[in-house]
């Protein structure tokens, strides 16, 4: 049976099952003829990638819906029943459209499967879920998200009892038991008064918040600086890009003694159309357009945005000639390691164990700072939850201490109450840090340009091509399969040095489909298959003694590489 075939059989079954209510055979019927949209929507189940399940709102098996978080639900149910005895879950919800009725749908299956479900009874930053579930004990978590996709998306990450994401080999036993569930009648579901009457539905609030906002600010390396006026004569825009940051980061960034905050008015509030922004990421210059020309009117020194779930943070500074300048993911990481650690052993309170981790794609810029202050620096595949695994792993053993963990996608996390990327710590660190060098006369865009003397003229770069659709996942798997097939000899007159095939298990690493060339003058290029959009990310990295000079590379390196993928897209 052909794929539109399967997918044409699957959307007959929807419309003619009686637990799928009218309003969504009603949108089905609405694309009846439509062979290609038919089999977009069918042609597979959502998949758990690196974030989760996560995919475009609407009715079908490849679509986020009620019937596909119930069904998601019900397999992660059976999955944590088989476990353990009383199993209980704490679940939080972005700003996105249908998060909190998705949120509530999730409580009562696991409510009906008789597993004690605390929820919060309105948006949470992703991290405070993580922090939520180490803090109550629970088994599980689930958050309701799709962090920085389009406005279309919502997704549903899952956590184990450690607070991060299910890895491999717990994604692998949840997916099992999810594809199990044979059809919706198996979805066990009781109402809000009953799974309230029964204890089985526990809402969180006020106190559960002040413990995350203390605990976040006790990461603080400097607040008696910063309480004593350093913190108040940094100027400081932040937006959460209409998400879950707002009151968090203002709370925390309060608590450590920087007051001078103004907030971008226009994208306070939640709202899952980001209507303000063609995408609430703060990865993109666009998603700060209000808040520069604020900062602009203002004079800020610093501008902090957040994407709708709080887990990542970008920061824009401003340059030698006055211009704000949003940093890269490895830039902002690179500052922070090096804020961290030079404190650390300012104060003799660097351990001799101390780690930082990030990941494959991420730049080897922070690697090199840290191991100049005297840390190991270990490298994960892409994905938070690899860094979690590894935190967790330390913990146990004793054999490491970690210092920061951080990816070039905007992700950082310090202390070790959470197990995920957390936007409310990096909101403050950055600030904190930029606090700190403002007392000594230094923006922090004065820092990065010590470090580059330092350590080299790092620069990064990331090319991605979208792919909807049957045919996109097609062009995505050819795309690496030619790469792996035939690679590359060289690249912007560069000969390669080392291939990297991920996929075959390399250092120890779990399984990944990630391809890494290594060329024969420090530079490398990457290329991975996004594990929650239709995408395939092509990553890039060049070392120089100029930042001219690394420009020029990374131009170069990017325009020979991207040649051949688009001519294969």
């Given at each position: 049976?052909?794929?539109?075939?399967?997918?044409?059989?699957?959307?007959?079954?929807?419309?003619?099952?009686?637990?799928?209510?009218?309003?969504?055979?009603?949108?089905?019927?609405?694309?009846?003829?439509?062979?290609?949209?038919?089999?977009?929507?069918?042609?597979?189940?959502?998949?758990?990638?690196?974030?989760?399940?996560?995919?475009?709102?609407?009715?079908?098996?490849?679509?986020?819906?009620?019937?596909?978080?119930?069904?998601?639900?019900q397999?992660?149910?059976?999955?944590?029943?088989?476990?353990?005895?009383?199993?209980?879950?704490?679940?939080?919800?972005?700003?996105?459209?249908?998060?909190?009725?998705?949120?509530?749908?999730?409580?009562?299956?696991?409510?009906?499967n008789?597993?004690?479900?605390?929820?919060?009874?309105?948006?949470?930053?992703?991290?405070?879920?993580?922090?939520?579930?180490?803090?109550?004990?629970?088994?599980?978590?689930?958050?309701?998200?799709?962090?920085?996709?389009?406005?279309e998306?919502?997704?549903?990450?899952?956590?184990?009892?450690?607070?991060?994401?299910?890895?491999?080999?717990?994604?692998?036993?949840?997916?099992?038991?999810?594809?199990?569930?044979?059809?919706?009648?198996?979805?066990?579901?009781?109402?809000?008064?009953?799974?309230?009457?029964?204890?089985?539905?526990?809402?969180?609030?006020?106190?559960?918040?002040?413990?995350?906002?203390?605990?976040?600010a006790?990461?603080?390396?400097?607040?008696?600086?910063?309480?004593?006026?350093?913190?108040?004569?940094?100027?400081?825009?932040?937006?959460?890009?209409?998400?879950?940051?707002?009151?968090?980061?203002?709370?925390?960034?309060?608590?450590?003694?920087?007051?001078?905050?103004?907030?971008?008015?226009?994208?306070?509030?939640?709202?899952?159309?980001?209507?303000?922004?063609?995408?609430?990421?703060?990865?993109?210059?666009?998603?700060?357009?209000?808040?520069?020309?604020?900062?602009?009117?203002?004079?800020?020194?610093?501008?902090?945005?957040?994407?709708?779930?709080?887990?990542?943070?970008?920061?824009?500074?401003?340059?030698?000639?006055?211009?704000?300048?949003?940093?890269?993911?490895?830039?902002?990481?690179?500052?922070?390691?090096?804020?961290?650690l030079?404190?650390?052993?300012?104060?003799?309170?660097?351990?001799?164990?101390?780690?930082?981790?990030?990941?494959?794609?991420?730049?080897e810029?922070?690697?090199?700072?840290?191991?100049?202050?005297?840390?190991?620096?270990?490298?994960?595949?892409?994905?938070?939850?690899?860094?979690?695994?590894?935190?967790?792993?330390?913990?146990?053993?004793?054999?490491?201490?970690?210092?920061?963990?951080?990816?070039?996608?905007?992700g950082?996390?310090?202390?070790?109450?959470?197990?995920?990327?957390?936007?409310?710590?990096?909101?403050?660190?950055?600030?904190?840090?930029?606090?700190?060098?403002?007392?000594?006369?230094?923006?922090?865009?004065?820092?990065?340009?010590?470090?580059?003397?330092?350590?080299?003229?790092?620069?990064?770069?990331?090319?991605?091509?979208?792919?909807?659709?049957?045919?996109?996942?097609?062009?995505?798997?050819?795309?690496?399969?030619?790469?792996?097939?035939?690679?590359?000899?060289?690249a912007?007159?560069?000969?390669v040095?080392?291939?990297?095939?991920?996929?075959?298990?390399?250092?120890?690493?779990?399984?990944?489909?990630?391809?890494?060339?290594?060329?024969?003058?420090?530079?490398?290029?990457?290329?991975?298959?996004?594990?929650?959009?239709?995408?395939?990310?092509?990553y890039?990295?060049?070392?120089?003694?100029s930042?001219?000079?690394?420009?020029?590379?990374?131009?170069?390196?990017?325009?020979?590489?991207?040649?051949?993928?688009?001519?294969?897209?």
């Amino acid at each position: 049976m052909s794929v539109t075939e399967i997918a044409s059989e699957r959307y007959q079954a929807w419309l003619n099952d009686p637990l799928i209510d009218e309003a969504t055979k009603a949108e089905l019927r609405s694309i009846a003829g439509d062979e290609k949209e038919i089999t977009d929507r069918f042609y597979r189940d959502l998949e758990f990638g690196t974030g989760g399940l996560r995919g475009v709102m609407g009715a079908g098996t490849n679509r986020l819906n009620a019937y596909t978080v119930g069904k998601a639900t019900q397999g992660l149910g059976n999955w944590l029943l088989a476990q353990n005895d009383k199993p209980s879950v704490v679940i939080a919800h972005d700003s996105r459209n249908n998060s909190p009725e998705f949120t509530l749908e999730a409580a009562l299956v696991l409510a009906g499967n008789g597993i004690k479900t605390y929820l919060f009874p309105s948006l949470r930053p992703t991290p405070q879920l993580s922090f939520a579930v180490r803090e109550l004990g629970a088994s599980g978590g689930v958050v309701i998200t799709a962090s920085h996709n389009p406005p279309e998306y919502n997704g549903y990450k899952a956590y184990g009892p450690e607070g991060c994401q299910l890895v491999p080999h717990e994604a692998e036993q949840a997916i099992a038991a999810i594809q199990k569930v044979a059809s919706f009648s198996e979805i066990k579901r009781i109402s809000r008064e009953d799974a309230e009457a029964q204890g089985l539905l526990v809402w969180l609030g006020d106190k559960e918040d002040r413990e995350f906002v203390e605990t976040v600010a006790a990461q603080s390396l400097n607040s008696d600086l910063l309480k004593q006026g350093a913190g108040a004569d940094l100027n400081v825009i932040f937006t959460p890009l209409h998400g879950t940051g707002n009151h968090p980061v203002r709370d925390v960034l309060k608590e450590i003694g920087i007051s001078n905050v103004s907030v971008v008015a226009e994208q306070e509030q939640p709202d899952g159309y980001f209507s303000t922004v063609k995408s609430p990421n703060p990865e993109e210059r666009e998603a700060f357009t209000l808040a520069i020309r604020q900062a602009q009117e203002q004079g800020a020194d610093l501008i902090i945005g957040t994407d709708p779930d709080a887990d990542r943070m970008g920061a824009v500074v401003k340059n030698n000639k006055g211009e704000y300048v949003v940093l890269s993911g490895n830039q902002s990481g690179a500052i922070m390691v090096n804020y961290v650690l030079s404190q650390l052993k300012e104060r003799g309170q660097l351990p001799a164990n101390g780690v930082v981790i990030k990941t494959i794609v991420t730049s080897e810029m922070g690697a090199d700072i840290a191991k100049a202050h005297g840390a190991e620096v270990i490298d994960t595949l892409t994905g938070f939850k690899y860094i979690g695994e590894k935190m967790t792993e330390f913990e146990k053993s004793g054999s490491h201490t970690f210092l920061f963990g951080y990816e070039e996608s905007y992700g950082y996390l310090t202390g070790t109450y959470a197990r995920d990327k957390d936007a409310v710590v990096a909101a403050m660190l950055i600030a904190e840090a930029a606090a700190f060098y403002k007392h000594q006369g230094k923006t922090l865009y004065d820092v990065l340009l010590e470090l580059y003397a330092q350590y080299g003229a790092y620069l990064e770069g990331l090319e991605s091509r979208t792919l909807k659709g049957l045919d996109g996942v097609q062009k995505i798997g050819a795309i690496m399969d030619n790469f792996r097939s035939t690679p590359p000899q060289e690249a912007a007159g560069v000969k390669v040095a080392e291939v990297l095939d991920y996929s075959l298990g390399l250092d120890g690493l779990p399984k990944e489909n990630v391809l890494k060339y290594l060329l024969e003058d420090g530079s490398w290029f990457t290329l991975r298959p996004s594990g929650t959009e239709p995408k395939i990310k092509v990553y890039f990295a060049v070392r120089s003694d100029s930042q001219d000079k690394a420009e020029a590379a990374l131009e170069s390196l990017r325009s020979s590489v991207m040649q051949r993928v688009d001519s294969l897209a």
